[in-house]
Antibody, heavy 117, light 108 residues
Framework: EVQLVESGGGLVQPGGSLRLSCAASGLTVSSNYMSWVRQAPGKGLEWVSVIFSDGTTYYADSVKGRITISRDSSKNTLYLQMNSLRPDDTAVYYC???????????WGQGSLVTVSS | ETVMTQSPATLSLSAGERATLSCRASQSVSSNLAWYQQKGGQAPRLLIYGASTRATGIPARFSGSGSGTEFTLTISSLQSEDSAVYYCQQYKNWPPWTFGQGTKVEIK
């Protein structure tokens, strides 16, 4: 059974930084396409970033230049480094596996990031 | 970017009724479409992929159809546990992978 467990969320001031982690079990992060999807309070789902098994990365235009996705094979963990945070980055951030660059088949429980002064 | 538009925003039906949810893509996505169910405070759950293939463990009352730009999710006989928000997502034209804004299904 696949389990994805996010951590690292919290309250941060505008302009601040935060790093989210997603610890995986039941799948190998480095061998899969792994992604982050976010959901602002009361809003829909927004894809944020993806990292391919070969290390290729893509980002949504809304976060490009401010967010970096990475992974640690030794810890089987996915990361999302978020810098220059803005109030509209406030959301629950989900870690998800992307089956064959298509649909998101396994999801974590989410980690809430609140950007506010 | 492929924009996904869902309708209606909210669907209020009684248990046992048939629910029909629509999803339209701004350009063809062939059959590269998935549906998700999200209950309050929970992560989304994959229901359908390939426009019409049920994911593992999904009850047969959920079915998907369509191709190109027009898609439908049907719940043949609503159960109380089907109260949720349903999202469509395309994976033909990426990046980005894009979702519809969601349809909320309420059970009267």
């Amino acid at each position: 059974e696949v389990q994805l467990v996010e951590s690292g969320g919290g309250l941060v001031q505008p302009g601040g930084s935060l790093r989210l982690s997603c610890a995986a079990s039941g799948l190998t992060v480095s061998s899969n396409y792994m992604s982050w999807v976010r959901q602002a309070p009361g809003k829909g789902l927004e894809w944020v970033s993806v990292i391919f098994s070969d290390g290729t990365t893509y980002y949504a235009d809304s976060v490009k230049g401010r967010i970096t996705i990475s992974r640690d094979s030794s810890k089987n963990t996915l990361y999302l480094q978020m810098n220059s945070l803005r109030p509209d980055d406030t959301a629950v951030y989900y870690c998800a596996s992307l089956w064959g660059l298509s649909y998101f088949d396994d999801w974590g429980q989410g980690s809430l990031v609140t950007v506010s002064s | 970017e492929t924009v996904m538009t869902q309708s209606p925003a909210t669907l209020s039906l009684s248990a046992g009724e048939r629910a029909t949810l629509s999803c339209r893509a701004s350009q063809s996505v062939s059959s590269n479409l998935a549906w998700y169910q999200q209950k309050g405070g929970q992560a989304p759950r994959l229901l359908i992929y390939g426009a019409s293939t049920r994911a593992t463990g999904i009850p047969a009352r959920f079915s998907g159809s369509g191709s190109g730009t027009e898609f439908t999710l049907t719940i043949s006989s609503l159960q109380s546990e089907d109260s949720a928000v349903y999202y469509c997502q395309q994976y033909k034209n990426w990046p980005p992978w894009t979702f519809g804004q969601g349809t909320k299904v309420e059970i009267k």
